[in-house]
């Protein structure tokens, strides 16, 4: 008996059978039936630890995320070639929430006048669930900790964070003028405008949370800026999303997210990679945000602004009308370090099953196609910055809809005083099989 357990555990399914009790005995997770090599384990172990060798405090949320606060000159982002000599701007140059137009402003009040804060109105800030246990400290900056397993998931370390390329190799080779270039495996149902050139667009995004079918899918909600070739794009992203590759869960979460080549080879999802320069000791890049926007009832949203500094290049983020989360230095971009090229509004869905039957679940928005009932998904107070310094409607703009069997659009612009923006859809349905 002792000869043939010896046999067995010389083999090579014997050893892989050792090797797979070592993992779990240290805590390790295997994921999708695929075990990590020795090496990418200690590789994403030292990846973790690095970082919370800068904490000065961590905070338990009741989620199950841990936060730590980061020394705000020892966050991830510096670790990027581009920023090893960066100096840290702790603010913007001036006061964004002093940009809108005076006749704008005007309005606003008046429509606004006798409304508190907190009632489901214009202005609603929402919180995060970890700030029920603590705050961290001035001079500091709150990092969501990375867990093991959500590194490990993924093909490499480097993906992690990072959204799937856009583009195919073969498409990136065609020539920029080629008409209809469609991003792979994502659907999208979006607001946008082009023509100008724009240093910042804002929007209140309706928070929902949808239902994401499978591990390696997404569905987010966003403001976005972008310029470049069309197939090999700089984007500047916010809003909110349920990433399960990226948070491990189906919780409804802030992000923010860049690239300067469609995806292929840089940026990712708030600090998971060297970039974003965290500034705010208030808000945690993807941490969960609560409430939620519930059918039929009060509805919550987020107010997200992205937008240029001008006297240094940084593309700052706005949250709430009154905390600067943070911003991208000029450093990262090409095309970027001018204005954008077009501003957008709306939702995105990624998944291998778009365009396939079965379609996938994964839905967009609450969910439920674009109505007026505050069901759906939905935008509002959008605007633009153009070149000067105040904030204005789009004056110009067309929705667009990849599977509007899917995810569908309805922009709403007559006989109301601010346009809106509704869009969404639960993905597979008996029009989108």
């Known amino acids: 008996m002792v000869k043939s357990l010896c046999s ?12 797979l009790l070592g993992l779990v005995l240290f805590g390790i997770e295997v994921v999708e039936g695929n075990l990590p090599s020795a ?18 405090r961590s905070i338990q949320s009741e989620d199950g995320d841990i936060i730590d606060c980061i020394d705000i000159y020892k966050q991830p982002a510096f670790d990027h070639p581009a920023l090893r000599n960066h100096t840290i701007q702790l603010r913007p140059s001036y006061d964004p ?18 409304k508190s804060r907190n009632d489901g109105s214009y202005g609603r800030h929402l919180s995060q669930l970890w700030q029920k246990n603590g705050s961290c400290p001035q001079g500091t900056v709150p990092v969501r900790r990375i867990r093991e397993k959500e590194l490990l998931r993924r093909s490499s370390l480097e993906d992690y964070g990072r959204k799937h390329p856009a583009f ?50 997404y569905s987010t909600s966003q403001v976005s800026l ?18 399960p590759s990226v948070y491990g869960d189906r919780q409804t979460r802030l992000f923010v997210y860049w690239t300067t080549d469609a995806s292929k080879t840089t940026g990712c999802f708030d600090v998971t990679c060297p970039g974003f320069v965290q500034t705010s000791n208030e808000i945690a890049l993807g941490a969960a945000i609560y409430p939620l926007s519930v059918p039929f ?27 600067n989360l943070g911003y991208w230095p000029v450093e990262l971009f090409g095309s970027l370090r001018g204005n954008a090229e077009g501003a ?14 079965p379609h996938t679940k994964t ?25 000067s310094m105040f904030l204005k409607k789009p004056e110009w703009t067309f929705t667009y809809a990849d599977e509007y069997r899917c995810y569908d659009v309805w922009y709403v612009s007559d006989y109301v005083e601010d346009p809106e923006f509704y869009y969404g859809g639960p993905g597979q349905n008996p029009m989108c099989p």
């Open 8 to 19: 067995c555990l010389a083999s090579p399914k014997g050893i892989g059978m050792v090797y």
């Open 39 to 56: 090496k990418k384990i200690m590789e994403a172990r030292k990846r973790i630890d690095r970082l919370r060798s800068h904490a000065v």
């Open 97 to 114: 929430t002093m940009e809108e137009a005076p006749t704008e402003t005007k309005t606003m009040k008046k429509k606004n006048e006798g």
């Open 168 to 217: 195919s190799s073969a498409v990136t080779k065609l020539n920029k003028e080629t008409p209809n270039l469609r991003e792979q495996n994502r659907s999208m149902a979006i607001l946008l405008t082009e023509g100008f050139s724009y240093s910042g667009v804002k929007g209140d995004i309706r928070v929902w949370n949808p239902q994401v079918e499978s591990d390696d899918e």
């Open 226 to 243: 972008k310029s470049g070739p069309y197939y090999d794009f700089e984007s500047l992203e916010a809003g909110w999303a349920v990433n």
């Open 297 to 323: 009832r009060l509805p919550y949203q987020i107010t997200l602004y992205i937008f240029k500094d001008p006297p240094t290049g940084n593309w700052w983020v706005q949250y709430g009308e009154r905390i």
């Open 344 to 357: 957008e509004w709306g939702g995105e869905v990624y998944s291998s099953k778009i365009e396939q039957t």
């Open 363 to 387: 839905g967009m928005g609450s969910g439920q196609f674009p109505d007026v009932f505050g069901n759906s998904g939905c935008i509002q107070r959008m605007r633009i910055r153009e070149n």
